[in-house]
Structures are given as C-alpha cells and as structure tokens.
T-cell receptor, first 113, second 110 residues
Framework: NAGVTQTPKFQVLKTGQSMTLQCAQDMNHEYMSWYRQDPGMGLRLIHYSVGAGITDQGEVPNGYNVSRSTTEDFPLRLLSAAPSQTSVYFC????????????FGSGTRLTVV | GENVEQHPSTLSVQEGDSAVIKCTYSDSASNYFPWYKQELGKRPQLIIDIRSNVGEKKDQRIAVTLNKTAKHFSLHITETQPEDSAVYFCAASHNNDMRFGAGTRLTVKP
C-alpha cells in the first residue's frame, strides 16, 4: 500500500512551458484534490474531484486543468507556466471531502523561471 | 463558506512544557475537525481529529477539545519534545467543503 504517490518531486520550467504533475493513490479513495503551498503560507485548494469523471474548481484554479478518468489517478496540468506558479504542490486523497482525514502525497516543488 | 482562524501563528516552548493551539470557525453546522502536522520539507500528516458529537479526544501526548457553543477547538500537546517542532494546521469541514487554518509554527527548544 503506497498511499498517495506524486511525481516528479522537483521540476524547473521556463515561462510558457506546460507540464503535468502526476498523482496516484491505491487506497480506493473517492475524493482527490490538489493544493499549492507558498513559503510561509497555508494550503490553497486548486481543484478537486469527488469521483471518477467529476472535477470542480477550488480557491485558485486559474492556470490549471485537471481530469479524473480513473479512481486512482488525478493529474494536474499547468497550461502555460508563469513565475507566480512557483510553489510546492500537494495531492491529497480521502474517502470523502468532509468526514475523513486526508492523506497527502510527498509534494512537487515547482520553480518557474 | 467556512472561515477558520488559527492562533497563534508562531509558538515557542521549552522542552517538557505544554503547547496549545486554538482554532475558531464561523459555521455552527461544521461537524469534522482534523489536525495536521507538517515537518519541515515534508507533507502534512493527520495526527488527530474530532467530530462534533465528541467534546474531547486524546492520543498519548496530544489531545483535541471542541467547544461547539463557542465554535472553537484546540490542540493540546503535553510534555513537548524537540520532534514536536513543526507547523500544525487545523481544519473545519462543513457540507461539501473543508477549510484549513493558516498554520502555527511550533518550536520546542531543548
């Protein structure tokens, strides 16, 4: 049982490049989400999904896309990277959004230059 | 939406002392309150949670209390150790939403 697996752990992008952050969980969790954490700040919700085929926007969705074709995978796509997207990204999953604790992935540290 | 305020933002204690972090929420219908610990450079990890039908929950040196009337809940760490140094986040859940507090950086000085 690997929990929540995120790849890559580190990435440097040039402004305007696109990339996909991968997230996979093997706990059969219905709920998955993406957060960004800026230095000294808390967690801000980007996008979330309550099940395969269902996604919705969080607090800071601009510049990001998601899809949920399977229960296990929830990739986050950066469409055209900007320096403001430099951050640490965490994927999290749970049995539900509201009644159970979240399991977080180890994070992706993204730098956009 | 649900606003969660967390205090203090930083807390420094001597090893062996107790630490208390408090969160307040605005919606009386909130019913699930988890706490997460994030060590430097690591992922947040769930350490304890409490539901609205319970007033207190303990797990070894950590405990959480909930006051529904005042709409606040607190994390208590007793006999603190250097490995308790981390950022702690509270969260409150309501309907189909979950909001996190801004975090408390706890430093335990040996």
């Amino acid at each position: 049982n690997a929990g929540v697996t995120q790849t890559p752990k580190f990435q440097v992008l040039k402004t305007g490049q696109s990339m996909t952050l991968q997230c996979a969980q093997d706990m059969n969790h219905e709920y998955m989400s993406w957060y960004r954490q800026d230095p000294g700040m808390g967690l801000r919700l980007i996008h979330y999904s309550v099940g395969a085929g269902i996604t919705d926007q969080g607090e800071v969705p601009n510049g990001y896309n998601v899809s949920r074709s399977t229960t296990e995978d929830f990739p986050l796509r950066l469409l055209s990277a900007a320096p403001s997207q430099t951050s640490v990204y965490f994927c999290a999953s749970s049995y539900s959004r509201t009644n159970y604790g979240y399991t977080f992935g180890s994070g992706t540290r993204l730098t956009v230059v | 939406g649900e606003n969660v305020e967390q205090h203090p933002s930083t807390l420094s204690v001597q090893e062996g002392d107790s630490a208390v972090i408090k969160c307040t929420y605005s919606d009386s219908a909130s019913n699930y309150f988890p706490w997460y610990k994030q060590e430097l450079g690591k992922r947040p990890q769930l350490i304890i949670d409490i539901r609205s039908n319970v007033g207190e929950k303990k797990d070894q040196r950590i405990a959480v209390t909930l006051n529904k009337t005042a709409k606040h809940f607190s994390l208590h760490i007793t006999e603190t150790q250097p490995e308790d140094s981390a950022v702690y986040f509270c969260a409150a859940s309501h309907n189909n939403d979950m909001r996190f507090g801004a975090g408390t950086r706890l430093t335990v000085k040996p």
